[in-house]
C-alpha cells in the first residue's frame, strides 16, 4: 500500500479482507474499492452499507454460512452432531463459526470444533471430531483449510463422514452452498468503474451479495457412497456430473468407489503414527544439520514444501510417484547445497545462508506448482503402488497401506543413515561438527563435508515433505511454516528419552521415535476436544513434559542415593 502511495496510484482496488485491512490503514486520501469481504465492519470499514469511511466502498460477499448447515440437516436428518475445522488465525473463523451455530440452533443440531492450525493437522482434526461423535463436516471457510481441501475431502471419505462445504470455491464436496466469487468480482468492477468517473465513494453503499449459490456434486456423491435427495437437486444451481443410476445407493449406503466398514476407534492414531512415520526423514535431516553439523540450518522450512510442489506436480504431469519422490529428494539436495555454498564459499552466516535460500524456495515453489495449491484427490500416488505390491490392501484404509509403506522405508532408511554415519566419510562428517580444527588437521576439507552433508539434510526433508503431499493429498506453498520447529521437537524429544546406551544406532531410532510422539502429542491435544485457540500451547506443554520428566526422575535417585 506505502508502494501504491509513493506511485501516486489515484484509486486502491482490493480483493481480500487482509489487503483491504491494509488499505484502511495506510491509504486515507484516495478512494478504495474492494472485493471479496465476508464482513468489511470487523476490519473497521464501516457499521453499515451506507455508514462507513468516506473513501471506501465495494461489494461484500457473506457467504451464508449458517444457511449450509440448514442444507446440512436437510440433507443428512439421521445425523446429529456436525463437526468443522477452525483455523485461529484466520481472520474471521470466529465470525463464521459463531454464522454455524446459529445455523446448528436453527436445525436443532450440535455442532463441535477441532483446531486445524496447518495443513497436516487436517486428516487428524477430522478424525478427532469424529471420535467426539461427529457423523458428517460442515467445513466453514478457511484460507488455510481451503488450500487442503483435498484433505478435507480424502479424510471424511475414509472416516465415513459426509462433507458439505460453505463456499463453492471447495471442490469435491457432495454438497456446496455459498455465493459467486466470480459475480462479487463483478459488482467490485462495477463500483470501481463508477468511482472512477468520478461518483463519490461515500455515497456509494456497500454492495451486499445476496443470490445464494447451490451446487450439487453428484460424481462426488458416489464417491462418498451417497445419493442428494431429490428435492435439494430440484432446486440446485449447477449439478455436476451426469444422473445417478438407477441402482444408486441409499443414503449412508457404501458404494463402490469407498469402503464399507465401520469406525475403527485405532484410526485416529493411525494417522498420527502414519504422519510421524513421514516426518521422521525430517527429524533425520534436521539432526545431521543440528546435531551432526552442528550447523543451524533453517532451509528447511521451503526445502519440506519444496519436496511436497516436485512430487505433487510431476504426478499430476504423470510421471511415476516413485520417480516424483526422487526428483524431490533431487530437488532438496540442490536446495541444501546452495545454502552450504553461501556459507562455504561466500562466508555468510549459516543461519542467514538458510533463511536466504528459504525465503527464495517460497517463489521457487509457486513456479514450480504454478499456483499456490496443487490437489492430489484421486491421484495415481504411491498407494497405488503399494495396492499393486500388497492386492489384499486395496481393502484398507489409505493410511494404513501408506502406514505400512512408510514403516519399511523409514527402517530401510534409517539403517542407512546409521551405516554411512559409522563409515570413516560419516565419522569424518560428524567430527566436523565435533571437532572442526581436528578434522582439517587430519587433511579433510570440511566445506566438503558441510557441502555434502547439508545437501543430505535437506534431500531427507524434502523427501518427507514429498511423503507427507501424497499422504495428505496435496501440496502447498505454506505448509512449510513450523517444520524446523517439528523437526526440532523431533529430535529433542528423542535424545530426552534416549537410554543410557548413546551409541548413533540408537540415537537414530529414537530420533524417530521422538518424530511419531510429536505427531502423537499433536493429535492427542485434538483428541481432547479443547478450545481450537490453545492447541498450540497444550502441544508446547506435552513437549515440555516430555522434556522434564526424565530429568525429575533422575533427580529423585540423586536425591535418594
Given at each position: 500500500?506505502?508502494?501504491?502511495?509513493?506511485?501516486?496510484?489515484?484509486?486502491?482496488?482490493?480483493?481480500?479482507?487482509?489487503?483491504?485491512?491494509?488499505?484502511?490503514?495506510?491509504?486515507?486520501?484516495?478512494?478504495?474499492?474492494?472485493?471479496?469481504?465476508?464482513?468489511?465492519?470487523?476490519?473497521?470499514?464501516?457499521?453499515?452499507?451506507?455508514?462507513?469511511?468516506?473513501?471506501?466502498?465495494?461489494?461484500?460477499?457473506?457467504?451464508?454460512?449458517?444457511?449450509?448447515?440448514?442444507?446440512?440437516?436437510?440433507?443428512?436428518?439421521?445425523?446429529?452432531?456436525?463437526?468443522?475445522?477452525?483455523?485461529?488465525?484466520?481472520?474471521?473463523?470466529?465470525?463464521?463459526?459463531?454464522?454455524?451455530?446459529?445455523?446448528?440452533?436453527?436445525?436443532?443440531?450440535?455442532?463441535?470444533?477441532?483446531?486445524?492450525?496447518?495443513?497436516?493437522?487436517?486428516?487428524?482434526?477430522?478424525?478427532?471430531?469424529?471420535?467426539?461423535?461427529?457423523?458428517?463436516?460442515?467445513?466453514?471457510?478457511?484460507?488455510?483449510?481451503?488450500?487442503?481441501?483435498?484433505?478435507?475431502?480424502?479424510?471424511?471419505?475414509?472416516?465415513?463422514?459426509?462433507?458439505?462445504?460453505?463456499?463453492?470455491?471447495?471442490?469435491?464436496?457432495?454438497?456446496?452452498?455459498?455465493?459467486?466469487?466470480?459475480?462479487?468480482?463483478?459488482?467490485?468492477?462495477?463500483?470501481?468503474?463508477?468511482?472512477?468517473?468520478?461518483?463519490?465513494?461515500?455515497?456509494?453503499?456497500?454492495?451486499?451479495?445476496?443470490?445464494?449459490?447451490?451446487?450439487?456434486?453428484?460424481?462426488?456423491?458416489?464417491?462418498?457412497?451417497?445419493?442428494?435427495?431429490?428435492?435439494?437437486?430440484?432446486?440446485?444451481?449447477?449439478?455436476?456430473?451426469?444422473?445417478?443410476?438407477?441402482?444408486?445407493?441409499?443414503?449412508?449406503?457404501?458404494?463402490?468407489?469407498?469402503?464399507?466398514?465401520?469406525?475403527?476407534?485405532?484410526?485416529?492414531?493411525?494417522?498420527?503414527?502414519?504422519?510421524?512415520?513421514?516426518?521422521?526423514?525430517?527429524?533425520?535431516?534436521?539432526?545431521?544439520?543440528?546435531?551432526?553439523?552442528?550447523?543451524?540450518?533453517?532451509?528447511?522450512?521451503?526445502?519440506?514444501?519444496?519436496?511436497?510442489?516436485?512430487?505433487?506436480?510431476?504426478?499430476?504431469?504423470?510421471?511415476?510417484?516413485?520417480?516424483?519422490?526422487?526428483?524431490?529428494?533431487?530437488?532438496?539436495?540442490?536446495?541444501?547445497?546452495?545454502?552450504?555454498?553461501?556459507?562455504?564459499?561466500?562466508?555468510?552466516?549459516?543461519?542467514?545462508?538458510?533463511?536466504?535460500?528459504m525465503t527464495a524456495l517460497y517463489s521457487v515453489?509457486?513456479?514450480?506448482?504454478?499456483?499456490?495449491?496443487?490437489?492430489?484427490?484421486?491421484?495415481?500416488?504411491?498407494?497405488?503402488?503399494?495396492?499393486?505390491?500388497?492386492?489384499?490392501?486395496?481393502?484398507?484404509?489409505?493410511?494404513?497401506?501408506?502406514?505400512?509403506?512408510?514403516?519399511?522405508?523409514?527402517?530401510?532408511?534409517?539403517?542407512?543413515?546409521?551405516?554411512?554415519?559409522?563409515?570413516?566419510?560419516?565419522?569424518?562428517?560428524?567430527a566436523v561438527g565435533d571437532n572442526p580444527a581436528?578434522?582439517?588437521?587430519?587433511?579433510?576439507?570440511?566445506?566438503?563435508?558441510?557441502?555434502?552433508?547439508?545437501?543430505?539434510?535437506?534431500?531427507?526433508?524434502?523427501?518427507?515433505?514429498?511423503?507427507?503431499?501424497?499422504?495428505?493429498?496435496?501440496?502447498?506453498?505454506?505448509?512449510?511454516?513450523?517444520?524446523?520447529?517439528?523437526?526440532?521437537?523431533?529430535?529433542?524429544?528423542?535424545?530426552?528419552?534416549?537410554?543410557?546406551?548413546?551409541?548413533?544406532?540408537?540415537?537414530?531410532?529414537?530420533?524417530?521415535?521422538?518424530?511419531?510422539?510429536?505427531?502423537?502429542?499433536?493429535?492427542?491435544?485434538?483428541?481432547?476436544?479443547?478450545?481450537?485457540?490453545?492447541?498450540?500451547?497444550?502441544?508446547?506443554?506435552?513437549?515440555?513434559?516430555?522434556?522434564?520428566?526424565?530429568?525429575l526422575r533422575f533427580g529423585r535417585r540423586a536425591?535418594?542415593?
Open positions: 500500500m506505502n508502494d501504491f502511495i509513493q506511485q501516486g496510484v489515484t484509486h486502491v482496488a482490493t480483493i481480500s479482507s487482509v489487503a483491504t485491512q491494509a488499505a484502511l490503514k495506510s491509504v486515507t486520501d484516495r478512494p478504495i474499492v474492494f472485493g471479496a469481504v465476508a464482513n468489511p465492519y470487523i476490519i473497521g470499514a464501516g457499521t453499515s452499507p451506507t455508514a462507513h469511511r468516506a473513501n471506501v466502498t465495494g461489494a461484500e460477499i457473506p457467504l451464508p454460512v449458517d444457511s449450509a448447515v440448514v442444507l446440512a440437516h436437510e440433507a443428512f436428518p439421521e445425523i446429529k452432531v456436525w463437526g468443522t475445522l477452525f483455523d485461529p488465525a484466520d481472520p474471521f473463523a470466529e465470525f463464521y463459526l459463531d454464522e454455524a451455530k446459529k445455523g446448528a440452533a436453527a436445525a436443532g443440531v450440535r455442532l463441535i470444533t477441532s483446531a486445524c492450525t496447518s495443513p497436516g493437522d487436517i486428516g487428524a482434526g477430522i478424525q478427532a471430531l469424529k471420535a467426539q461423535g461427529a457423523g458428517g463436516i460442515v467445513q466453514i471457510p478457511s484460507v488455510m483449510i481451503g488450500g487442503g481441501f483435498s484433505a478435507v475431502v480424502k479424510s471424511t471419505r475414509q472416516a465415513n463422514l459426509q462433507l458439505v462445504a460453505t463456499t463453492t470455491s471447495f471442490q469435491g464436496a457432495p454438497l456446496a452452498l455459498g455465493m459467486s466469487f466470480y459475480t462479487n468480482g463483478y459488482e467490485m468492477g462495477l463500483i470501481l468503474m463508477r468511482v472512477i468517473h468520478g461518483e463519490d465513494p461515500a455515497k456509494i453503499p456497500f454492495h451486499r451479495g445476496s443470490r445464494k449459490l447451490l451446487v450439487v456434486n453428484r460424481d462426488a456423491a458416489r464417491q462418498y457412497g451417497i445419493t442428494i435427495p431429490a428435492s435439494i437437486v430440484a432446486r440446485a444451481d449447477s449439478i455436476i456430473g451426469g444422473k445417478p443410476s438407477t441402482d444408486a445407493p441409499a443414503i449412508g449406503a457404501a458404494a463402490p468407489l469407498i469402503n464399507s466398514r465401520r469406525g475403527n476407534p485405532f484410526e485416529f492414531w493411525l494417522v498420527a503414527l502414519t504422519q510421524g512415520l513421514a516426518y521422521a526423514a525430517l527429524a533425520w535431516g534436521v539432526y545431521l544439520a543440528s546435531r551432526v553439523l552442528k550447523f543451524a540450518d533453517i532451509t528447511p522450512d521451503g526445502t519440506f514444501p519444496l519436496g511436497a510442489a516436485v512430487a505433487a506436480s510431476l504426478i499430476v504431469w504423470g510421471m511415476d510417484p516413485l520417480l516424483a519422490t526422487f526428483a524431490a529428494i533431487i530437488a532438496g539436495m540442490i536446495a541444501g547445497y546452495v545454502t552450504a555454498l553461501l556459507h562455504t564459499r561466500l562466508g555468510v552466516k549459516d543461519l542467514l545462508a538458510g533463511i536466504l535460500v515453489n509457486l513456479h514450480v506448482m504454478g499456483r499456490s495449491n496443487v490437489s492430489l484427490l484421486d491421484i495415481h500416488t504411491v498407494v497405488n503402488d503399494v495396492h499393486r505390491v500388497i492386492p489384499s490392501s486395496v481393502s484398507w484404509p489409505d493410511d494404513l497401506s501408506l502406514g505400512v509403506l512408510f514403516l519399511a522405508v523409514t527402517a530401510v532408511l534409517g539403517g542407512i543413515i546409521t551405516w554411512y554415519l559409522r563409515t570413516d566419510f560419516g565419522m569424518a562428517m560428524r581436528m578434522i582439517t588437521a587430519q587433511g579433510v576439507d570440511k566445506r566438503h563435508m558441510i557441502e555434502l552433508g547439508l545437501a543430505l539434510a535437506n534431500g531427507l526433508v524434502a523427501f518427507s515433505g514429498a511423503l507427507i503431499a501424497q499422504q495428505q493429498g496435496f501440496a502447498d506453498v505454506g505448509m512449510g511454516v513450523g517444520t524446523l520447529v517439528a523437526g526440532m521437537a523431533a529430535v529433542i524429544m528423542g535424545e530426552t528419552l534416549l537410554f543410557k546406551q548413546r551409541g548413533i544406532g540408537v540415537t537414530i531410532i529414537m530420533v524417530a521415535v521422538g518424530a511419531i510422539l510429536f505427531r502423537g502429542m499433536i493429535s492427542l491435544a485434538l483428541r481432547l476436544g479443547l478450545n481450537p485457540i490453545d492447541l498450540k500451547l497444550i502441544t508446547a506443554a506435552f513437549v515440555l513434559a516430555a522434556l522434564a520428566l526424565p530429568r536425591v535418594a542415593a
